[in-house]
Structures are given as structure tokens and as C-alpha cells.
């Protein structure tokens, strides 16, 4: 489209004189053609039947054909529909936040997983937005509305599911053992009280799930590219953010080597009875979440973040967002989960 100079003509003398500079007139843009939620269900069906599977201790689908759907939902239901809840909650605090700045969203596509590739079922979800997110007080509000949603799930959850559980000896082999937040050492010392040494808590189904829960957030937070916490990040840092967060994904790779010498270094000692492809197994998680990113940055356009247009963040929003950022130093785990 072409540029147009506009004038004003004034009287005497007859001259022409520059109102405005170069402009590009306005064009409205096209309604949003209408989405089909088939694929969003199909997914989150599939995404609750793996959910079941973990929380009802089926491994492999030649079991979940076996297993009557009764005893699947009576077995998992304690693990699998807090989890969802959490989800549910996470993913529509975006979309809702999403329609309310009229931000063209879809529903949330839910990524199921076999139980055999995640102790949890599932990789969470994600939402498509087409567009780009036009001002930093819409931006904090969507990339904040998820991670503060979940929580609220998460913490009740967490809490009944702690209650739920029981304090014994830590096991001497085959377990897992979840990440040690402060948030999660917190709700353990509110809940259960003092643990003695050599003892841990025992987690019920639903502690689990809650625990999912926090690190589902945790790594939702984490202030990088367009993740939800390089939303909240770029909208209270504005560009500058496009730095900071280079240097976040490279703190990775220290994260990384840190959990590669807490377990492989006593193993090569011969102080630990773990197997090598034990400690390296759990050493990898952050070495795999940051080709996660990189993966993640190649098909959203770039590492950097889209630009909003200028203006500040509103004071309000402006504590949401450190309150939130806060949230994933309580909430980080330098070892997310490791097997025994």
C-alpha cells in the first residue's frame, strides 16, 4: 500500500505546509476465522487416559486394554483428576485471560505421554495465539494468568494430599525421589512437622499430583523466550529481558554439570551403590530442557520475544509480575526428580 503526505492549506498565502509526517493509513484486520475444538478434546481424552494409567499403575497399553475402566478410574481418579484440575486451571487462566484483552486464542491442546516416557502422564498443555500480544499490561496478564491459577489448585492439593501421607524410612532402592523446593519444604514443614533424618515423606497419589503441580509450574516460569515467565519477565523489562534471558538458558548447562557431579562422582568413587546409567539418567534433566528451549525458540520465530507496542506496565501489574518471578525462586528445584 502506498504512503500518503497529508497537508493543511491555509489562506493567505497559498502554501501548503506538512501536518503530519509519512503515515500508513489504518487497515482493520480480518475477523478470526472460527476454530474447531475436535483436536482439543481428542487430545485431552487422550491425555486423561495417560494420566489414568500412571495413577492407576498401568504401564503399557496391552495392560490398559486389560484393565475394565472402572477399576482404571477407582485405582488412578486420587492421582490423575487433581492433576487435571491443576491443568485445567493453569491453561484456562490463559485462554480466559486471553479473550478477556480480545487476543485471538485457541483451546488448550493437552500433550499426552505414555507412561513409559513421563512419570506423569503428560507434558502438559499448550495454546496457539494468532497475532502478536499488543501491549506489556495484556502480556502480564496472560502469561501470568496461568501459573497464579494453578497454583490455586496446587497448593489445596499438595496440602490434602501431605495430610494424606505418611512419614517412613527413606527407601533403599527403587523409588523416586521428587524435587526439593523452598515452596515444597515449606508445605511439608506446615503440613507434616518436622521430618527426622533418614526419614521422608511417603507421598500419597494426591501429594504427588501436587507436587506435579508445582514443578509443571516451575517450569512454566522459568523467564525465557515465551515461556510463561519470559511473558511476565518481558513485560516488566521490556527488551532488556532479550538479554537477560540468553543468560538464563545458559545457566542451564551449569545446572546440568552440577547434577552430574552430585551423582556420578560418588558412583565413580565407588561411594554410591547406584548404577552409572542411573547417575547419568539423572543428571540430564537440564542438559535436555535446554535443547528443549532451543527446539521451543526455532519454532516460535527466534529466542527473542515479540515486541509490544510502547507504553509502561501498570503499578499493579508491576507487583503482580515480581510477585511472580518470586514464585520461581520458591518454586525452582536444581534437581527436578531422580530414580534410586
Known sequence: ?????????QYPPMRATPRSVWSRPEVPEPPPKPRRARVNVLLFL?????????????????DLLRTPPAELF??????????????LFHEFGHYIAARIHRVDA??????????????????????AMRGRIRSRNALLDIGASGPLAGLVVALPVLAIGLSLSTVGPNPTRHFLQEGQSLL???????????IPDGYDVQLHPTAFAGWAGLFITMLNLLPWGQLDGGHIAYALFGERQNRFARFVRLALIPLFLYN?????????????????????????FWLVWFGVTGVIGRLSGGADH????PGELSSGRRVVAIVTLVLFVLLFMPTPLSSY
Open 1 to 9: 500500500m502506498s504512503e500518503q503526505r497529508y497537508f493543511d492549506v
Open 46 to 62: 487422550a491425555t486423561a487416559t495417560t494420566v489414568f494409567m500412571v495413577g492407576g499403575g498401568v504401564g503399557s497399553l496391552e
Open 74 to 87: 477407582q485405582r488412578g481418579w486420587s492421582y490423575a483428576v487433581p492433576l487435571l484440575g491443576i491443568l
Open 106 to 127: 485457541s483451546l488448550p491442546y493437552f500433550i499426552p505421554l505414555p507412561p513409559v516416557l513421563s512419570p506423569f502422564g503428560t507434558m502438559g498443555a499448550v495454546i
Open 184 to 194: 515444597y519444604m515449606a508445605m511439608k514443614r506446615l503440613v507434616v512437622g518436622p
Open 260 to 284: 552430574l557431579a552430585l551423582f556420578t562422582v560418588p558412583v565413580a568413587l565407588g561411594r554410591s551403590g547406584m548404577p552409572m546409567a542411573f547417575a547419568v539418567m539423572n543428571s540430564v
Open 306 to 309: 515479540p515486541p509490544t507496542e
